[in-house]
Each structure stands twice: as C-alpha cells, then as structure tokens.
C-alpha cells in the first residue's frame, strides 16, 4: 500500500510521456525553452533503480543527436515521444512518419504525425536526416560522432 500510496504523490507514471511545462521547461541539449507545442521531444530512459527519468527537447533533432551520445540509446525500454504537428499529441516517435519542411524550433524540419503519408520518412530516416543535417550545418555547435558499425 504504502508503494502505490509514493507512487501516486510522484506524479510520474513510469512510462510515456509527462506534463511539459511550456515557456518554462528547457532542453536538455540546446537549452532553449520549450514553446512549440507541435514539434517537441521528449526521451525517457530507465534508471538502475528501476525507475526512469525524463527529458526534454525543443525538438526531434535536439532528443536524437542528445540520445546518440547516450548508452540508453540501444536499451529498448528506452522511449521516444514527439508531438504530432497538426495536433500537438504525444505519439511513439519510432513508430511516427516525418514529413520534411516544416518549421521547427532547431531547423531540423521534420514535423511528425501517427498516420502515413505519401512523401514521408520513418524513425530511420528522419533520424538519418538529423544528422545529416547536423554534418552539413552544425549550427547547434554539437558533436556528433558517427557510430562505429
């Protein structure tokens, strides 16, 4: 009883995505405030305890180049969540299809939805596209390394 009664006063569920607070909540790479609400990131990795923490990006590109870096990158229980840009709901970012051109808080400019669509890239390929992107700009001033195979 006295788990589920901590469990409840934490707010955190353990899984999916939580609450951003918007205009106050910052990146965890870029540290930009978190504002547009149909082209965030959030990744939740589990902890050794455990339990998982979140984080927070301003956008896709921001939580994977982050995630890269990260030795959670490869644990399934690791999760991804972006909105869907037309309305602004939590979705699984590696079952979501990108389209390319969108405007979006780091210049990535992939906005993502649930439903497919012609023209559109999988997880795989937005990600690919991120760090192209990165490679050719590197405008963030980030240090993306290639993984080795």
Not at 12 to 26: I, T
Not at 39 to 52: E, F, L, N, T
Request: proline share 6%.
């Amino acid at each position: 009883m006295l788990t589920f009664v901590l469990s409840a006063c934490g707010g955190d569920p353990g899984q999916g995505p939580v609450e951003v607070k918007w205009d106050r909540d910052a990146c965890e790479r870029c540290r930009m405030v978190l504002s547009d609400r149909l082209h965030s990131a959030q990744v939740r990795v589990p902890m050794p305890d455990g339990r998982s923490r979140v984080y927070r990006f301003d956008d896709i590109g921001c939580a994977l180049i982050w995630l890269e870096e990260r030795a959670e990158r490869d644990n399934p229980a690791t999760e991804i969540w972006v909105n869907d840009w037309r309305t602004g709901d939590w979705i699984d970012a590696r079952t979501a299809t990108y389209l390319r051109d969108q405007v979006t808080p780091m210049e990535y400019g992939l906005g993502a939805q649930s439903a497919p669509a012609s023209d559109a890239l999988d997880f795989e390929q937005a990600k690919a596209h991120i760090f192209d992107v990165e490679a050719r700009f590197n405008v963030h001033g980030g240090h993306l390394h290639p993984r080795e195979p």
